[in-house]
């Protein structure tokens, strides 16, 4: 299993979070009680330095959706399991800024990876950790998995609607979409 392996090697798990701001040490309760507009049951999987979180929907394995929510009250589907889950934020390092872009088509959502490359390479001229953890994570875990990571992110991200919708569970009140609405 892919959170077996991470968690068994303390150096992948590092340079995931670090590189990939994807950790899975954060599985400690979310900001508030939250519940998905289907009612199918989520498990904290990991976290990131924000205060966000990556849950997996539903009952099962890995081979279950995975949701993300910031701590800021927005939250979509990023993954259809957690391997695109995991490939993607390794591969789109700027993934936090995709996933606010409200790029509505899948073209839009290219362009937008394509500016954050330029501002990707200035973070790490200054921060040259930033590239060596990522090689890490992506020799570790034999990436890429799939041909087109982008893609399959949004593709879960069109879909959060109407089912993987996110509620606070004491106001009733939906988190803000991330990404474009499908």
């Avoid at 990939?20 to 507009?37: K, P």
């Avoid at 889950?85 to 789109?92: D, G, S």
């Avoid at 994570?137 to 879909?159: C, F, H, K």
Wanted: without cysteine; hydrophobic residues 45%.
């Amino acid at each position: 299993m892919l959170l077996d392996q991470i968690r068994n090697d303390s150096d992948l798990a590092y340079a995931l979070s670090y590189a990939a701001d994807f950790d899975v040490s954060r599985t400690y309760e979310f900001v508030e009680a939250v519940h998905l507009s289907s009612g199918a049951a989520l498990e904290r999987v990991a976290g990131d330095a924000a205060g966000g979180a990556f849950f997996l929907v539903g009952e099962g394995g890995e081979g279950r959706p995975v949701l993300y929510a910031d701590s800021e009250g927005s939250a979509g589907l990023v993954g259809w399991n957690l391997r695109s889950v995991v490939e993607a934020v390794v591969l789109l390092p700027y993934w936090h800024d995709l996933l606010g872009s409200g790029a509505a088509s899948l073209a839009e959502l290219r362009q937008t990876a394509a500016s954050l490359v330029g501002e990707y390479a200035e973070i790490t001229a200054d921060d040259p950790d930033q590239l060596v953890q990522q090689r890490v994570a992506i020799e570790r875990l034999g990436l890429p998995w799939s041909e087109d990571p982008l893609a399959a992110l949004y593709a879960a991200m069109t879909a959060t609607s109407p089912d993987f919708v996110l509620f606070n569970s004491e106001e009733g009140n939906p988190y803000e979409l991330l990404g474009p609405i499908a």
